[in-house]
């Protein structure tokens, strides 16, 4: 292989596994369906899909599981420059576009706020954090928010860091240190379980450390999970393991949130990751799969703007019970589209050509070294 092609292949991503793909269009889905309901349902405990937020820790599990496996063996040879411009060409883009779409939103609801309480000079800092994902938690008609114009970026900031993490420290460790910070981890989210009553946490000012707690032991048990091959070989096939997972969303919000929480994610997450690895996709599932786990992170980074504009919508209308099921799936079904619209004419595009500008750029580095 000639030192331009090995250059280029380094960067190359791997295979996925598409089970682990589809489920994480699943619960990027009541990711959405749990934001509609928070606004309906102010009682959590009637809420059907009261647990939809601990999708957030599913992601991060999976994460962990997934960049174990790009990138364990070949960080070392692409160099940590190269890691992180290709997590930041695979995830930025994206940060950029909810931004954008959250300060439209902001800006133009048609169905209240109030804009007026906000100097211009506030709505632009804002905006200009929630670009370069810098934590700002001022606007009060964003509940305030980590990141005010689009708040599912509160999990992105946290991937950031563990990126980085990984790429000085989890990586260089042996199996035995990964799994003593696992413990230490697990530890961590029992006591935020404990002293806050559930594992909600992290989106806001007041609940940021909450935040590392969460992605520090889902995305090092992922990690742990690939390094130990704690594949389990299994039948239950997509539909089986959509079941399992959506069972832990719709799991009853109740006063023992600060023990099934915790549970749900030290034990039942890692153990869906183990199985949706060593599951066997059928054939005709396959396309459903790989398109779910295309959609989901659009899905997940464009939804919240409509989200605000729903909330306004829903208290200062009052629509009844057929009105609002009807807005809600319709919505939905609609979030889908736009978010497919937004990978495929923006998000896909703008990766391969910085992607593709890139690689350009490492090829000619490594000619000039010859």
Not at 11 to 24: A, P, S
Not at 135 to 148: E, K, T, V, W, Y
Not at 301 to 326: C, E, R
Request: charge should be positive; glycine fraction near 8%.
């Amino acid at each position: 292989m000639t030192t331009n092609h090995a250059s280029v292949s380094i960067l190359q991503t791997k295979q996925h596994f598409e089970i682990l793909d589809g489920l994480r269009g699943i619960a990027a889905l009541a990711v959405v369906i749990f934001h509609f309901m928070e606004w309906v349902f102010a009682d959590p405990t009637k809420n059907f899909i009261g647990h939809g937020f601990l999708a957030v820790d599913f992601f991060f599990c999976l994460s962990g599981f997934v960049i174990g496996y790009a990138y364990d063996d070949r960080i070392a040879k692409m160099g940590l420059r190269n890691f992180f411009v290709s997590r930041i060409i695979r995830l930025h883009p994206l940060v950029i576009a909810g931004s954008i779409l959250g300060l439209l939103a902001f800006l133009f609801d048609p169905f209240g706020g109030h804009l007026e309480l906000y100097s211009t000079g506030k709505i632009i800092l804002t905006f200009i954090c929630s670009i370069f994902l810098i934590p700002l938690p001022i606007i009060a008609d964003r509940g305030f928010n980590l990141f005010s114009f689009n708040a599912p970026a509160w999990s992105l900031f946290w991937e950031y860091m563990a990126n980085i993490v990984y790429a000085f420290v989890l990586y260089r460790i042996g199996r035995s240190y990964l799994l003593i910070l696992t413990i230490l981890s697990a530890a961590a989210i029992c006591y935020v379980g404990y002293s806050s009553g559930n594992l909600l946490g992290g989106w806001s000012g007041p609940t940021f450390w909450d935040g590392c707690a969460r992605i520090s032991y889902s995305f090092l048990a992922g990690l742990l999970i690939y390094r130990s091959n704690w594949i389990i070989k299994n039948k239950l096939g997509f539909g089986g393991l959509s079941i399992l997972l959506l069972l832990a969303f719709v799991m009853p919000f109740s006063e023992w949130n600060w023990v099934s929480e915790p549970l749900v994610i030290i034990f039942y997450f890692p153990l869906l990751v183990a199985l949706g690895a060593g599951s066997v996709i059928k054939p005709g599932l396959k396309k459903a799969c790989v398109f779910s786990g295309q959609i989901s992170y659009p899905l997940y980074m464009t939804h919240y703007a409509v989200l605000w504009m729903f909330g306004n919508y829903y208290t200062s209308q009052k629509p009844d019970t057929t009105q609002l099921t009807l807005i809600v799936i319709i919505a939905t079904i609609l979030l889908v589209v736009f978010a497919y619209l937004v990978m495929v004419f923006y998000d896909i595009p703008l990766r391969k050509f910085l992607s593709d500008k890139w690689k350009e750029k490492v090829v000619k580095q490594k000619a000039g070294d010859i």
